[in-house]
């Protein structure tokens, strides 16, 4: 779990069967410039508005008061959105590119449209592992979190039902040839060509 982007410069698909993939370090500047284009364009007002029309159409409507959850959703995941994201795409985290020997050195090699796509899918499998799912809603029902707001109470509950289903949700909507490229062309210019 820990090695998130470990595959990430890893060649997905052999050209030949002469030339094997073989696994490669990303430089550490790559891993930083994905991970930081990643949580850029989730938070940003369109990535953050994309998110708030996938939970009102996929998630309220499982919601146990789907009427107070289409009210309220929009300004409560904004605020959710901007922590959680660059929280979790954090290039510094353990979990990201900060785990020790995980990027650069005489071994790292640029990122390639490929290992960018191989990176982001890994760290979409890793946020939607129990794992990270049960950690965020711990971290957002905390004190820094629900701790903060004038119900703690029902903002916990709210938590535990939404993130579950929130994350998912918004999962399923990426779509690897539509956002893909440019989400890695954001991280290093032109890695993926049209």
């Given at each position: 779990m820990k090695l998130l982007l470990t595959l990430c410069c890893l060649?997905?698909?052999?050209?030949?069967?002469?030339?094997?993939?073989?696994?490669?370090?990303?430089?550490?500047?790559?891993?930083?410039?994905?991970?930081?284009?990643?949580?850029a364009f989730l938070t940003s007002q369109e990535g953050i508005a994309q998110q708030v029309d996938v939970l009102l159409s996929k998630v309220c409507p499982k919601?146990?008061?789907?009427?107070?959850?289409?009210?309220?959703?929009?300004?409560?995941?904004?605020?959710?959105?901007?922590?959680?994201?660059?929280?979790?795409?954090?290039?510094?985290?353990?979990w990201m590119c900060g785990q020790k020997d995980f990027c650069?050195?005489?071994?790292?090699?640029?990122?390639?449209?490929?290992?960018?796509?191989?990176?982001?899918?890994?760290?979409?499998?890793?946020?939607?592992?129990?794992?990270?799912?049960?950690?965020?809603?711990e971290e957002l029902s905390g004190d820094e979190g629900c701790g903060q707001e004038e119900e703690p109470d029902k903002c916990k509950a709210i938590i535990a039902e939404l993130i579950p289903l929130a994350l998912p949700a918004i999962a399923s909507e990426f779509d690897e040839k539509r956002d893909a490229p440019a989400i890695c062309n954001a991280a290093v210019q032109d890695v993926c060509k049209p």
């Open positions: 060649e997905v698909l052999s050209l030949s069967s002469a030339q094997p993939a073989a696994p490669a370090k990303p430089t550490c500047e790559d891993c930083h410039s994905l991970v930081s284009a990643i949580s919601s146990s008061n789907s009427t107070e959850c289409v009210e309220g959703l929009p300004a409560f995941w904004t605020e959710i959105a901007q922590g959680l994201w660059p929280e979790y795409y954090n290039p510094e985290a353990e650069g050195g005489p071994d790292a090699s640029p990122l390639t449209c490929d290992g960018c796509k191989a990176g982001m899918r890994l760290s979409i499998a890793q946020l939607l592992s129990e794992e990270f799912v049960t950690g965020i809603v």
